[in-house]
C-alpha cells in the first residue's frame, strides 16, 4: 500500500509540474482573467481603476517567481516519492531530496508575506501621494509551513542513518 501511495503522490507531483507552467501561460494571454482572480483574493483596498496592464503583468510575473520556487520543491518531492515508490527508501538521494523540498518549503514560506508586500505596493504605484499601500501579512499558516519544512529537514536525516544501519546489515549478511 506504501508504494501505491508513493506512486500517487509522485503522479500528483508530475500532474501539477505539467499544469501550473500552462496555467500561468494561461493567464498570461488572458491578463483580464488573472487581474479578476487578483482582485478577489488579495483582499486589499486598491483603487482598481487606476491599475494598468503593465503593474498586472508585473503581478503575473512576480506571482511567477513565487508559484515557481514551489514548483523546485515539488520537482524533488516527486523525486523522493518515486523512489519510495520503487521501494527505495533509504538512500542519499531521497535524503538530498527531501532536504532539498524543505528548502523550497522554507523558502517559499517566507517568501508569501514578500509577496503580498510586493504586490500591494506594485498595485498602489498610481494611488495619489499619501494613499500608496505597503501591507505585510505573516500568520500561523506561514509558521505551520517553516515547521513543517524543519520537520522534513530532520526526517532527511534520519533517511541518511537508515541508509547506514540498511549497508550495515547487508554485510552483517
Known sequence: MTRQFSQLIALGCMAILIAAP?????FLINIELFAAMARSNLGLPIQWQTVSDMQWYSLWLLTVFYVATGLAGLYFLRRAFSNFAKGQL?????SRDLRLFSIFLFAQALAKPLHFSISSMLLSMNHPA???????????????????????????????????????NKQFI
Open 90 to 94: 533509504f538512500n542519499h538521494s531521497n
Open 130 to 168: 499619501g494613499q500608496k499601500m505597503l501591507s505585510v501579512s505573516f500568520g500561523s499558516d506561514e509558521v505551520k509551513v517553516i515547521a513543517l519544512a524543519m520537520i522534513l529537514w530532520v526526517m532527511s536525516d534520519l533517511l541518511v542513518r537508515g541508509s547506514k544501519l540498511e549497508s550495515e
Open 22 to 26: 500552462i496555467t500561468a501561460l494561461y
